[in-house]
């Protein structure tokens, strides 16, 4: 029993038993699950918290760790191709998934803040890429501004692998800054199953029933996008 609770191997068990659990509590113990939202709260906080360290000390030690400028060239040059083509069949198969499954359609959000969808606004292409450049990398890993931490990401890995040995030490604390982020991500995923439960419980206890026929539409929808996707990446590796 205390390798099924402890055991690093048995996490996704873990977290499924409670995400059962969690959604039996919301259905039959309605002020319990209300109140232990914070729980909830309090692992999504864990998890945002590290969101920053890992982009930053994941990609910029990856990149050092290539160690010559000419296969960087050859290596980076076939990531971006592959990330493009990836990013776009990704678009087209949830497309696709949406047009076909229409998950959400019917399901109501009146236990919700009203998001006032004004605010929102399509940014031209240009605007995107400039956007992607931070003025402040600062302020950029505080508001969580993903795309400008991994272009900043970029340029300190592209950096350090052009200085080569000279930076030696300096790559290696990445490396070591890198592990230690793991570490950190491994020890906040032990409470997971927790914070799973908290959050299934408070959400089946605000939205109900209801909740469920939708959730297993999007869960399906999301589940066989993400099946094409594989077999449509596995054929091309296979033929190539």
């Known amino acids: 029993m205390s390798t099924f609770l402890l055991n690093k191997k048995y996490l996704p068990h873990r977290v499924g038993v409670c995400f059962i659990i969690g959604i039996i509590a919301g259905l039959f113990f309605h002020d319990f699950s209300i109140w232990v939202k914070p729980v909830g709260d309090l692992f999504m906080n864990m998890i945002k918290m590290l969101i920053v360290p890992v982009i930053f000390f994941s990609v910029t030690s990856g990149i050092a760790a290539i160690g010559d400028v000419q296969r960087l060239k050859r290596i980076g040059s076939k990531v971006v191709i592959v990330y493009f083509l990836m990013t776009v069949i ?78 030696a030490g300096v790559t290696k604390i990445f490396d070591q800054c890198a592990s230690i982020i793991y570490k950190m991500l491994d020890i906040v995923m032990l409470y997971s199953p927790i914070g ?35 077999f449509f990446f596995s054929g091309i590796v296979w033929l190539y």
């Not at 299934?200 to 109900?208: E, K, P």
């Open 196 to 230: 799973v439960l908290a959050l299934m419980a408070n959400t089946t206890a605000v939205f109900g029933p209801k909740l469920f026929g939708f959730l297993a539409k999007f869960v399906f929808t999301d589940c066989v996008g993400c099946l094409l996707i594989w």
């Open 90 to 167: 990704a678009c087209i198969v949830g497309i696709v998934m949406v047009n076909i499954t229409h998950p959400g359609v019917g399901f109501t959000l009146d236990n919700m803040q009203a998001f006032d969808t004004s605010k929102v606004k399509t940014p031209s292409f240009v605007n995107f890429l400039f956007d992607m450049v931070p003025v402040n990398i600062v302020d950029s890993m505080a508001k969580n501004q993903i795309m400008q931490i991994n272009f900043f990401s970029v340029l300190v890995g592209v950096a350090l692998v052009s200085f080569g040995e000279k930076v």
